[in-house]
């Protein structure tokens, strides 16, 4: 059973910054993709930001230049450095890991979230 703990979320105060982690735990063959994704009340999930395996990144237009994520391959663990925060950006943060089990099936795991909320 593979298993995404995040931890790193709060309350902020706008222009402030937070750092996000998320480490994988289980047994697993590789883990390839891993992702934050967000979900503000009364609205859909939605990309925050996705990395490989092999680092490349990508992320949402309203992110770009103020997140940056990053990953340790060695520590199975996916950061999400926030920056230059908004209140726009209150939301549950959820992790996503795209793993291939030793049977080569690939799967796809959230965790339970972590609250960011922006506020004066």
């Known amino acids: 059973q593979v298993q995404l703990v995040e931890s790193g979320g709060g309350l902020v105060q706008p222009g402030g910054s937070l750092r996000l982690s998320c480490v994988a735990s289980g047994s697993f063959f590789r883990i390839n993709a891993m992702g934050w994704y967000r979900q503000a009340p009364g609205k859909g999930r939605e990309l925050v930001a996705t990395i490989t395996s092999g680092l490349n990144t990508n992320y949402a237009d309203s992110v770009k230049g103020r997140f940056t994520i990053s990953r340790d391959n060695a520590k199975n663990t996916v950061y999400l450095q926030m920056n230059s925060l908004k209140p726009e950006d209150t939301a549950v943060y959820y992790c996503?890991?795209?793993?291939?089990?030793?049977?080569?099936?690939?799967?796809?795991?959230w965790g339970q979230g972590t609250q960011v909320t922006v506020s004066s």
């Open positions: 996503n890991a795209q793993i291939t089990s030793y049977d080569r099936i690939w799967y796809d795991y």
